[in-house]
């Protein structure tokens, strides 16, 4: 994970190449670059994966190890999750390509998310696959897709291309790939702008009982 610092805005980039997978590696490396960002008092991150992927979910292969192995990968992964929906600094989801399953769910977690312009798509396809919904994805799923959308999104695990995904809820704008890179670090410099202290305070509060939810279920996993 690349991780840069340039006027106190910092960007942390996935590219494993392939489908930028959520696995051991990938959530040391962005809690590393989270606490990071926030050692080097910076005002702004931006989240974003490698052109055309934003984020595949989480690595399957971590599964395959075992029970253990994948219900830490999963536990920290919501972890995650809390803390991208609590953190104090403005959060910019940079949505480079794909983003499917817990890669929706983190650009989800931030609070600006930019997506781009392509042949593209965004999922939750946990009921199509066969999977329960935990109380906290629920949460931050009901937080987030607009009313209109959410059984198509949850239950039916619906497809959306980028400008369905605005409609839906999963982001906020879309622009040109080529334009995603400034768009995302004039929306993090505008959101840097405003006082910190009321941001972080003020976020916490809008999002108090989506939170507490999140945070009762984390309790209770395994």
Not at 3 to 15: G, H, Q, R
Not at 63 to 82: H, I, N, P, S, T
């Given at each position: 994970?690349?991780?840069?610092?340039?006027?106190?805005?910092?960007?942390?980039?996935?590219?494993?190449?392939?489908?930028?997978?959520?696995?051991?590696?990938?959530?040391d490396d962005i809690n590393a670059g989270l606490d990071r960002a926030q050692e080097e008092g910076a005002t702004a991150v931006i989240l974003r994966?490698?052109?055309?992927?934003?984020?595949?979910?989480?690595?399957?292969?971590?599964?395959?190890?075992?029970?253990?192995?994948?219900?830490?990968?999963?536990?920290?992964?919501?972890?995650?999750?809390?803390?991208l929906y609590s953190f104090p600094l403005p959060l910019v989801a940079a949505s480079t390509g794909h983003g499917i399953a817990m890669g929706?769910?983190?650009?989800?977690?931030?609070?600006?998310?930019?997506?781009?312009?392509?042949?593209?798509?965004?999922?939750?396809?946990?009921?199509?696959?066969?999977?329960?919904?935990?109380?906290?994805?629920?949460?931050?799923?009901?937080?987030?897709?607009?009313?209109?959308?959410?059984?198509?999104?949850?239950?039916?695990?619906?497809?959306?291309?980028?400008?369905?995904?605005?409609?839906?809820?999963?982001?906020?704008?879309?622009?040109?790939?080529?334009?995603?890179?400034?768009?995302?670090?004039?929306?993090?410099?505008?959101?840097?702008?405003?006082?910190?202290?009321?941001?972080?305070?003020?976020?916490?509060?809008?999002?108090?009982?989506?939170?507490?939810?999140?945070?009762?279920?984390?309790?209770?996993?395994?």
């Amino acid at each position: 994970m690349k991780y840069e610092n340039v006027a106190n805005t910092v960007t942390l980039t996935f590219d494993d190449g392939k489908a930028n997978v959520v696995g051991p590696s990938f959530l040391d490396d962005i809690n590393a670059g989270l606490d990071r960002a926030q050692e080097e008092g910076a005002t702004a991150v931006i989240l974003r994966g490698r052109e055309g992927m934003f984020s595949g979910g989480f690595d399957l292969k971590e599964f395959e190890k075992g029970a253990e192995d994948g219900l830490k990968m999963v536990q920290r992964g919501f972890e995650l999750l809390v803390r991208l929906y609590s953190f104090p600094l403005p959060l910019v989801a940079a949505s480079t390509g794909h983003g499917i399953a817990m890669g929706a769910f983190i650009i989800m977690a931030c609070d600006w998310r930019i997506g781009s312009r392509g042949d593209f798509k965004m999922s939750l396809p946990e009921t199509r696959i066969g999977m329960d919904l935990p109380p906290i994805l629920v949460a931050l799923t009901t937080a987030r897709i607009t009313p209109k959308h959410l059984n198509r999104v949850t239950l039916l695990s619906e497809v959306y291309s980028p400008e369905q995904a605005v409609d839906a809820g999963f982001i906020d704008e879309l622009v040109e790939v080529g334009d995603l890179e400034s768009r995302s670090r004039e929306v993090a410099e505008q959101l840097a702008q405003l006082p910190a202290r009321q941001f972080a305070s003020n976020k916490v509060a809008l999002r108090a009982d989506t939170l507490e939810i999140m945070k009762s279920s984390l309790a209770s996993f395994g």
